[in-house]
């Protein structure tokens, strides 16, 4: 009766390891089709906007203007609690624009690395801070399509930082 069950006992070893032979196939296989991951260097892409710079000086005019607008407004005021109002009144406009000019250019970065990693067969993109180990930079790809899609070619500056 034990020569059986050492039998039995064999022939669920010899399963078992099939199983989990099977198993480990499967998983390295998983793996290997697992989500590929891309980074960014989302700062750099943002101050790279081929729009940055005209965004950046519509931003410092807008502010002179509400700060001129405001100088105004306050000569007339009497009480301290009215300018401290109206100064808040105006930083709140002036939050909401620069709010406007960053949404613009982060939305339209957004929708390049998305078509990027598309493009690339990225499932996921990540920011470059958050990477430890691999990944693929999405950095240069970005730039580039973000220039192409203004029609225009990455500024030779740009670049050099790129191969930096």
């Known amino acids: 009766m034990t020569a059986k069950?050492?039998?039995?006992?064999c022939l669920k070893r010899?399963?078992?390891g099939i199983v989990l032979v099977f198993?480990?196939?499967?998983?390295?296989?998983?793996?290997?089709?697992?989500?590929?991951?891309?980074y960014v260097d989302f700062e750099f892409l943002f101050y790279s906007h081929p729009e940055y710079e005209a965004k950046n000086r519509e931003l410092q005019e807008s502010a002179e203007r509400l700060y001129n607008e405001a100088q105004a407004a306050a000569e007339?005021?009497?009480t301290q609690e009215e300018i401290?109002?109206?100064a808040a009144q105006y930083e709140r406009q002036f939050e909401e624009i620069e709010n406007n000019v960053?949404?613009?250019?982060?939305?339209?970065?957004?929708?390049?690395?998305?078509?990027?990693a598309q493009e690339q067969g990225i499932d996921v993109v990540?920011?470059?801070?958050s990477i430890i180990f691999?990944?693929?930079?999405?950095?240069?790809?970005?730039?580039e399509a973000m220039y192409k899609a203004y029609g225009i070619s990455v500024p030779s500056s740009i670049r050099e930082l790129l191969q930096q």
Do not use: C, H, W, Y
Request: proline share 3%; glycine share 8%; net charge negative.
């Open 102 to 116: 960053r949404l613009a250019l982060i939305s339209f970065i957004l929708e390049v690395i998305e078509q990027v």
């Open 84 to 86: 401290d109002q109206l």
């Open 134 to 143: 691999g990944g693929v930079n999405l950095t240069a790809p970005v730039i």
């Open 5 to 9: 069950f050492k039998g039995v006992s």
């Open 76 to 78: 007339k005021l009497e």
């Open 126 to 129: 990540l920011p470059e801070s």
């Open 23 to 38: 198993i480990m196939i499967l998983s390295l296989s998983a793996v290997a089709g697992a989500a590929s991951i891309g």
């Open 14 to 16: 010899k399963t078992l």
